[in-house]
């Protein structure tokens, strides 16, 4: 690589005064504050940044800003690393460090750059043809070796991020002048008015057009707009700041970066809405095609007018323009004013077409016309260009070419919103079709290049706009004394030179050739073509190239572009950080820990903890110091004295009104109507489809009074599922739903000595057997605070549900578990719980139960049959599945030999190997030391019928015998829990 | 982005805000109808590619259910009523 | 000379002509008055239809019709994820024989789709998932179809961006893991199915919109389109997304829903994700393309809809998960985002076989998960077009079930959508 300094000695809009120092591969450079990397790499002399993705062809920057197909670099700054970025997109950092992220051993030396040598088998889809045997899979880790561009690490990140909202009147998308004269017309209109700008400051392509406007030049113009604007209330401007999408119902997401001296520090991303948006995005220079149109040294056009005025870098030390509009002699004029020599400008046009010519062959600018670029050579850089005229073949030697083949504007926001664009034959251009309601388009983007007409557009939008306020404000008209772009330029074919070394798509190496290969293989769609060659898909998403290459489509096929038409366009228009739409939502703010407002007890007692929607303790280390020994001691408190255990999640709905029971009813399978205040009954509800969906009891505590208690999974769905029938089925019924779940507590004392350790709290009832039997509920005080006591039983076990406030519930559990003499209650995890109740088989919904599960396969096909009115569910159950012989019914196993596993498969009757075909599944199983063996509950087709039958069970190994048996293990005549 | 204003609140809604309950105006029959009537209910909905009658929630806001007719193309909302009330554009429509 | 056959030897003797010698992949015929079989449709499903009722059935006077261009809906638009770790037999036995079709698939069509079997990694979060994750191990075993639960020290090993510190919200356990599943270039499946039917006499019609049905009793007597009428003895229709308007336009109903489905890339990078993963926890998923785009996806937009194409608060869950998973991907830049429409069927799973018009047959209602059933659904839809039977293995899914309420309900079984 060869240094040569190629800063301007004046001009751009850098500071001189100051030097800023930064790396690229290692090299240690500098730069100027207003430098972007690109032109911090182009005063360096830098030829090469990166390589192509397939050839590793040498690639050095083609476009200034987010359209460059070539630079992409990996970046890191004082506050993170970004693997790959456009080096135009960069504004240069002091201490910054930057590398190549193709090429090995370097992007100037690559080896891969062999590849060229067999790039005949490498064309359009080579992959579909090839790598077939033995099979794709022996050649796939050495191809996907080759891909990508740059890699993440994992380094601290100090970068800033956050997400703000808001709403305007207006959206202005871009500060270029069409932007800002909108704006500035809005002014006095009373409305909201928010303007972006992608680049660091306003003014867009007058940062490096000539141009005198109202008598200042262009910049000084956009300046003084700048400061119009910023002290208008009404009107807010960001610049650094790129409109990313548009989406429906006038739903914008923006991205704002906040830079200082080292770097981008913050992200903003921006969910704006806006009623009416102003589309100024301007445009995108076009490339032409011609032979090795892709060496360093070759660039835009208007790239090359960009780095001479606006970062004061000389592109090349002896430039020649390749141009088939105006705009090209626009870059003679600029490169000759900033001193550099130019060779030629190679017009594709005759000279009575160009326009700006005469001004060029004043100055001595040699002009070729009706010629066209046959070849260029240059190892690393750009040497000669050879260009053939009909009469004459000339060689011309220079180390940069601007090359301009028109103008694309950038339609990408109205796309996103589904407006087609469509083809303009006089300009050349995909400009916007019908846009949405309430949507302007202004300026460069609808391909206007004169600077006067811009203005007066960008006017009568104001006024549109204004009209809808009683156009209140007034339209404000500058003056404008500038060389015009000119009239723009429709894509121009090569005659000359061989398609298959033209490049199309620079990232993706995509060549005429390839073009006319799809086009010859039938891939004329224009989303076929884009997908078998890949032209477009690269991170440029085929800013530049697209045009070019659906233009040669159009030929190819003798079609019109309009025909051809454009691929979708997709959002987001430049790409955004992951970790910018993330923002904070990592670790515990991804999705926030729903803790018990006991949390604190059980964290003294050595709680572990899992996450089941709340935080639950599974095992208690304060009983033993592993898990299973633990569960074992926990459940041997509650069968042989007393355990605690924290039921707060479960689910807590109060349902009142005079409907109230009646429509409690409607959910269950039970009649709800015959509940007696003080009792309590179990219900299983089903959804339409006759499927169980919840479970849990229900009870009376006045006649117009019930509380239903859901599972903990279900509490919010269950109160939705009410009160969405509520409002939009039976909005007549007198009923009212409250949720309470986190609003009480709820421990629950289960063992033998359960009411013993209720005493202790000294409840103001009576709480003997006879005075509050099984199935009851009490309200009153306990511990001193008001409560409510329901006997129930999910462990087989004597056991009361102590329900208070929340506020109370740390102090009530710490006194329970600290009860003096003999009880030693202990603390129960959902683990041992869950088995408890498996010991005495009742049903857990969502593990002994699927999606198909009715209320029949449960056995409560006895309570169905009572039923007499109708309740949500009860007609699918009439359907012909509902009682199918292939149904599978919930049973208890009991294992012969070996251990039953949850998930089991129920082997079909005579198979004793996998694969077979199965006839169900095992859905809880453990050991239970009460009954000494190991026992499960599983859902079995007729499984009511089969009591008694020994089954084969595959967990994993060989499969186990099991006898299918009633489900209830444990003290089936439930004389514990009476007693 | 769905946004729709609640009619019970009066706030503009996000779809993030937002609950959404599928087509409107299926009624629930009663238990005795035949099999292919009960399963049309529970099964067949209308899917329309353009105007569509849905069942929306203001389920993060006041909690109540409403009406609205919605292009499932444009996503734009061109009626919002309340339960107890009628649409003029949904009668338009049917 | 033409060159028809796609081989590593045929590409270089074409370089040497400068690749001139390769003719059109599919040719671009007028439609014939009339056909043996009209099939509607020129995604994944219609064409691999076309292929086998050519090839095995015979059947030469094949058209396929597609309303804009092959492979144009959810065929190009989905995640490329294969894998048929199903649970229910019948839904495991259709999704392995599409595998199985896929694996053999690039020699039987003579093009490469690129099949990369590079295992799918269903992680696992808490204990009850790893009982589901047992469950569906057994369950699979006794199917025939290949798996294997792995612990977090593998899963760490195989994915090693990925977040196991004590600051990640859902803790891994371990995984499911699928060998045999993993990703295929997608446009490959549609565009390798096109040139091989074509290549059996099949005409594939592009840019022709089916506009009506003209009946006579119940069948379908001719199709009419934007290219004129057509007539046919037997129609077959696959048209996710379009499926109620074309049943509608037939004279019978679908018990279907039509939502959006999104997909979004990140930059081309490095390999650095060698497997799929998908998250239950989020329903998330993420692979990385052989080009080094990661590909994204997660849950349905709940709503009905038609837009194809994104919308931002999905787009926020799905990638807030994925930078919860593997934090170093906050680094990467999303490139692109968009939505396909897709038909959700009550159990999510397809609807298969005969329709109250005799002579029409229908393979709609995948889902989410069409793709990765290609072959399998071509496979059944070219058998009843043939013989006016539905396939054994087409039987679960018939449009029938839903009378019965006999539903195939894998979502409900797995707690996962496809």
């Not at chain 1, 909202?165 to 871009?174: E, P």
């Not at chain 1, 039923?867 to 012969?896: C, H, W």
């Not at chain 3, 449009?399 to 707690?415: P, Q, T």
Request: hydrophobic content about 40%; proline content about 5%.
């Amino acid at each position: 690589m060869t240094t040569h300094g190629y800063r301007l000695p004046s001009g751009g809009r850098i500071d001189r005064t100051r030097t800023i120092a930064f790396e690229f591969n290692g090299r240690r450079l500098s730069g100027h504050p207003g430098d972007t990397l690109a032109s911090a790499l182009m005063a360096n002399g830098v030829d090469i940044i990166g390589r192509s993705f397939k050839y590793r062809r040498p690639r050095g920057l083609y476009g200034a800003g987010v359209e460059d197909p070539n630079s992409m670099v990996a970046v890191r700054d004082a506050y993170g690393y970004e693997p790959a970025l456009r080096a135009g997109q960069v504004r240069l950092g002091d201490g910054m460090q930057a590398w190549s992220v193709r090429g090995w051993p370097s992007a100037v030396f690559d080896v891969g750059g062999g590849v060229q040598l067999v790039s005949g088998l490498l064309n359009a889809g080579f992959y579909y043809k090839t790598f077939k045997w033995p099979s794709w899979s022996w050649f796939e880790p050495w191809i996907r070796r080759a891909t990508g561009f740059g890699c993440p690490q994992a380094v601290d990140e100090n970068r800033k991020v956050h997400h703000r909202h808001a709403t305007y009147d207006v959206l202005i998308v871009g500060g270029g002048p069409a932007g800002l004269a909108t704006a500035r017309s809005l002014i006095g209109s009373g409305l909201r008015v928010f303007l972006a700008e992608d680049q660091p400051q306003l003014g867009g392509s007058l940062n490096w057009e000539a141009a005198l406007i109202d008598g200042q030049s262009g910049s000084a113009w956009a300046a003084s707009m700048a400061r119009t604007l910023a002290e208008d209330s009404h009107t807010t401007i960001l610049t650094s700041t790129t409109v990313t999408g548009a989406y429906e119902n006038d739903h914008f997401v923006l991205v704002q970066s906040f830079w200082d001296d080292r770097g981008v520090h913050t992200e903003c991303l921006w969910k704006l809405r806006a009623h009416h948006v102003v589309l100024a995005t301007g445009m995108i220079e076009r490339p032409l095609l011609f032979p090795d149109n892709d060496r360093p040294g070759i660039m835009l056009s208007g790239t090359v007018r960009r780095m001479i005025n606006e970062f004061g870098v000389a592109p090349a030390r002896r430039m020649a323009i390749y141009t088939n509009n105006d705009s090209g002699y626009l870059t003679a004029l600029a490169a000759y004013r900033a001193g550099m020599a130019i060779a030629a400008v190679v017009d594709t046009r005759s000279a009575e077409a160009a326009m700006h010519a005469t001004l060029s062959k004043e100055m001595g600018i040699p002009c070729l016309f009706d010629a066209q670029i046959q070849a260029t050579a240059g190892y690393r850089r750009l040497a000669t260009i050879t260009v053939r005229q009909v009469s004459a073949v000339t060689k011309i030697a220079c180390d940069g070419l601007a090359v301009s083949g028109g103008f694309s504007p950038c339609v990408h926001l109205a796309g996103h919103r589904g407006s087609k664009p469509v083809y303009d034959p006089t300009c050349g251009a995909f400009v916007p079709g019908d846009v949405p309601e309430r949507w302007h388009v202004v300026g460069g983007v609808k391909a206007t290049l004169d600077l006067s007409a811009t203005f007066a557009d960008a006017g009568a939008v104001a006024h549109t706009i204004r009209a809808g306020r009683g156009g209140l404000g007034s339209a404000h008209s500058p003056r404008v004394d500038v060389l015009s772009l000119g009239t723009g330029a429709i894509p121009t074919q090569p005659s000359v030179g061989s398609s298959s070394r033209m490049w199309v798509d620079f990232q993706n190496d995509v060549k005429a050739s390839d073009i006319e290969l799809a086009a010859r293989e039938g891939y004329v769609a224009i989303e076929h073509l884009k997908r078998y060659t890949t032209l477009g898909m690269g991170t440029d998403q085929g800013r530049t190239s697209n045009v070019v290459g659906l233009s040669l489509l159009a030929a190819l096929t003798n079609r019109t572009l309009s025909e051809v038409g454009t691929t979708t366009f997709r959002p987001p228009y430049t790409a955004i950080r992951l970790g910018t739409i993330a923002n904070a939502r990592r670790g515990d703010l991804f999705k926030p820990r729903r803790l018990f407002p006991t949390h604190g007890v059980h964290e003294n007692r050595s709680a572990v903890f899992e996450d089941f929607g709340w935080e639950r303790p599974d095992w208690y280390r304060s009983n033993a110091n592993e898990r299973e020994a633990a569960v074992a001691l926990e459940m041997a408190a509650v069968r042989n004295h007393v355990g605690v255990f924290d039921a707060s999640s479960l689910g807590k709905i109060e349902v009142t009104g005079p409907d109230a029971a009646k429509f409690l009813s409607r959910f269950y399978v039970s009649n709800l109507m015959t509940l007696k205040p003080e009792r309590v009954r179990y219900s299983v509800m089903l959804k339409e489809d006759g499927v169980i969906f919840d479970d849990g009891v229900v009870s009376c505590l006045s006649d117009n009074h019930f509380l239903a208690s859901p599972t903990s999974g279900n509490a919010e769905a269950v109160a939705a599922w009410f009160e969405r029938w509520r409002q939009t089925e039976w909005p007549t019924m007198q009923v009212a739903i409250s949720p309470v779940t986190a609003n009480w507590t709820s421990i629950a004392l289960a063992g033998p000595l359960a009411r013993a350790l209720l005493a202790r709290l000294q409840p103001d009832f009576d709480i003997s057997n006879d005075a509050f039997p099984h199935m009851q509920i009490r309200e009153g005080t306990v511990g001193g605070v008001s409560a409510r006591v329901a006997r129930i039983s999910f462990t087989g076990e004597l056991q009361f549900e102590v329900s208070v406030q929340a506020r109370y519930a740390s102090s009530l559990l710490s006194t329970v578990l600290t009860a003096e003499g003999d009880l030693e209650p202990r603390p129960v995890g959902l683990e041992a719980w869950l088995r408890l109740r498996l010991e005495k088989g009742y049903l857990h919904v969502g593990s002994d139960t699927n999606g198909r599960t009715t209320p029949l396969d449960i056995g409560m096909g006895g309570i169905v049959a009572k039923r007499q009115d109708d309740f949500i569910g009860k007609r699918s159950l009439k359907l012909a599945f509902a009682t199918s012989s292939e149904r599978e019914q919930l049973v208890g196993l009991r294992a012969l030999d070996g251990s039953l596993e949850v998930g089991g498969r129920i082997l079909s009757r005579g198979h004793t190997q996998v694969p077979c075909p199965t006839e169900g599944y095992v859905t809880s199983a453990c050991f239970s030391p009460s009954v000494g063996e190991s026992i499960g509950l599983a859902l079995i087709q007729r499984g009511h019928t089969r009591d008694g039958e020994v089954v084969k069970v595959f967990c994993g190994g060989t499969p186990i015998s099991c006898r299918i048996s009633n489900p209830i293990f444990y003290d089936p005549t439930n004389q514990r829990l009476q007693a | 982005m769905i946004l729709i204003r609640c009619p019970y609140c009066g706030e503009l809604r996000t779809e993030d805000e937002l609950t959404y309950g599928g087509e409107a105006n299926i009624a629930r029959p009663a238990e005795t109808v035949s099999d292919e009537a009960w399963t049309d209910y529970l099964f067949m909905r209308t899917n329309p590619k353009g105007i569509h009658q849905e069942q929306w929630c203001c389920s993060a806001g006041c909690g109540q259910w409403f009406k609205v007719v919605r292009d499932t193309v444009s996503h734009r909302i061109l009626d919002v009523w309340k339960f107890e009330e009628v649409s003029q554009a949904a009668e338009e429509v049917a | 000379m033409k060159i028809r056959q796609y081989s590593l030897r045929a590409l270089a003797l074409c370089a040497l002509q400068g690749h001139r010698d390769w003719p059109p992949a599919w040719r671009t015929p007028q439609p014939k008055s009339s056909y043996d079989v009209v099939i509607v449709g020129g995604g994944g499903h219609g064409l691999a239809t076309a292929f086998y009722l050519a090839k095995h059935h015979g059947v030469t006077r094949i058209a396929l019709l597609e309303k804009g261009w092959i492979g144009g809906g959810n065929t190009g638009r989905n995640t490329t994820n294969v894998r048929s770790d199903y649970l229910f037999p019948e839904s495991a036995a259709i999704y392995d024989l599409a595998l199985r079709l896929y694996e053999d698939l690039a020699r039987e069509l003579n093009f490469n789709i690129m099949l990369s079997q590079r295992g799918w990694l269903t992680l696992i979060h808490n204990q009850h998932q790893m009982e589901l994750a047992a469950h569906k191990l057994n369950w699979l075993k006794c199917n025939g179809v290949d798996g294997e639960i792995i612990d977090r020290a593998v899963v760490r090993g195989m994915l090693p961006h990925f977040n196991m510190g004590r600051d990640a919200r859902n803790p891994v356990l371990g995984a499911f893991l699928q060998r045999r599943g993993g990703t295929i270039r997608h446009d490959a499946v549609a565009w390798g199915y096109a040139r091989a039917a074509d290549r059996l006499g099949v005409d594939i019609i592009q840019n022709c919109e089916v506009v009506g049905f003209e009946k006579s009793a119940d069948k379908i007597t001719s199709v009419h389109t934007t290219h004129g009428r057509i007539h046919c003895e037997r129609v077959g229709m696959a048209v996710a997304g379009q499926s109620t308007a074309l049943a509608a336009m037939a004279g019978f109903r679908l018990p279907l829903t039509t939502h959006t489905l999104q997909a979004m890339v990140s930059e081309p990078i490095r390999p650095v994700l060698n497997h799929v993963v998908i998250s239950p926890a989020t329903g998330v998923y993420v692979n990385q393309t052989q080009k080094g785009e990661l590909v994204m996806g997660g849950m349905l937009d709940l709503y009905q809809s038609y837009a194809q194409r994104g919308n931002f608060p999905t787009i926020e869950k799905v990638l807030s998960a994925v930078v919860e998973m593997f934090p170093s991907f906050g680094q990467l830049r999303l490139m692109r985002h968009w939505g396909g429409a897709v038909d959700i069927v009550p159990d999510s799973s397809p609807i298969l076989g005969p329709t109250p018009v005799r002579n029409l047959f229908i393979n709609c209602g995948w889902g989410t998960g069409g793709f990765k059933a290609i072959p399998a659904g071509g496979l059944m839809l070219a058998h009843s077009l043939a013989t006016g039977s539905t396939h054994p293995m087409a039987q679960p899914f018939g449009l029938d079930r839903f009378r019965s309420n006999r539903l195939v309900d894998e979502g409900a079984a797995a707690g996962i959508a496809h």
